[in-house]
């Protein structure tokens, strides 16, 4: 099975500023997905981002952009701008042929007013 | 639009009980269909996914078992729950085509005692 790594349990943002969630991911494969899910306390899962291996341009939603290194295996999202509405638990997922979802451990955002 | 809806939302049940958490999905047809667990404070662990009727892979050996008796409705089961089934089980399936994002439904907090 593909492994997804979040390796930062905890990070906290001060409101207004800018933080960056890691995110790095084992696979064979050349054409696969990657994205972000937010879940907030509701425990709803959110899509935040998608970045398509194949696009080497970086993803961008708004205030969240992603800095995709394809031979690093590497996948963080940064988000500007931080809200109060942002604190979450953030998970990074992987894609590929369609079928296999897999998701990292997650990330706890807490965005200090 | 499609619509994930699972139940029940909150379930207690006794060690050794049987359960059965039922998903089913409106708005798309030949859906892929998942299940993950959601263990406290962990990540997504991914434990079926069916790709049609009667058409079911297991990720991970263990005392649940799914089926797929019909095309939108994805049923997870158990003969006898242990304490570690305790979580929160959240039903997905692709918001759109081949590769497309998860969607989720609003998941079922399971309680073993």
């Known amino acids: 099975a593909q492994t997804v790594t979040q390796s930062q349990p905890e990070m906290s943002v001060q409101e207004a500023e800018t933080v960056t969630l890691s995110c790095t991911y084992d696979?064979?494969?050349?054409?696969?997905?990657l994205f972000w899910y937010k879940q907030p306390p509701s425990r709803q899962m959110i899509l935040v981002i998608r970045?398509?291996?194949?696009?080497?341009q970086n993803a961008t939603e708004n205030r969240f952009s992603v800095n995709f290194q394809k031979a690093a295996k590497s996948f963080s999202l940064k988000i500007s701008d931080s809200q109060l509405g942002d604190a979450a638990m953030y998970f990074c997922?992987?894609?590929?042929?369609?079928?296999?979802?897999?998701f990292g451990t997650g990330t706890s955002l807490t965005v200090i007013p | 639009s499609q619509t994930i809806h699972q139940w029940p939302a909150t379930l207690v049940q006794p060690v050794g009980s049987p359960l059965s958490l039922e998903c089913t999905v409106e708005?798309?047809?030949?859906?892929?269909l998942y299940w993950y667990r959601q263990a406290a404070g962990r990540g997504l662990q991914l434990l079926f996914y069916?790709?049609?009727?009667?058409?079911i892979s297991s990720e991970v050996p263990q005392n649940l078992s799914a089926s797929r008796p019909q095309d939108r409705q994805f049923i997870l089961s158990s003969k006898k729950l242990l304490l570690s089934d305790s979580g929160f089980y959240l039903c997905?399936?692709?918001?759109?085509?081949?590769?497309?994002?998860?969607?989720f439904g609003n998941g079922t907090r399971l309680t073993v005692t």
């Open positions: 997922a992987y894609n590929y042929a369609g079928n296999q979802f897999y």
């Open positions: 696979t064979s494969e050349s054409d696969y997905y």
């Open positions: 970045q398509e291996a194949y696009k080497q």
């Open positions: 708005g798309t047809s030949n859906p892929n």
């Open positions: 069916s790709v049609g009727i009667g058409q």
């Open positions: 997905a399936s692709p918001k759109g085509g081949y590769n497309s994002p998860l969607h």
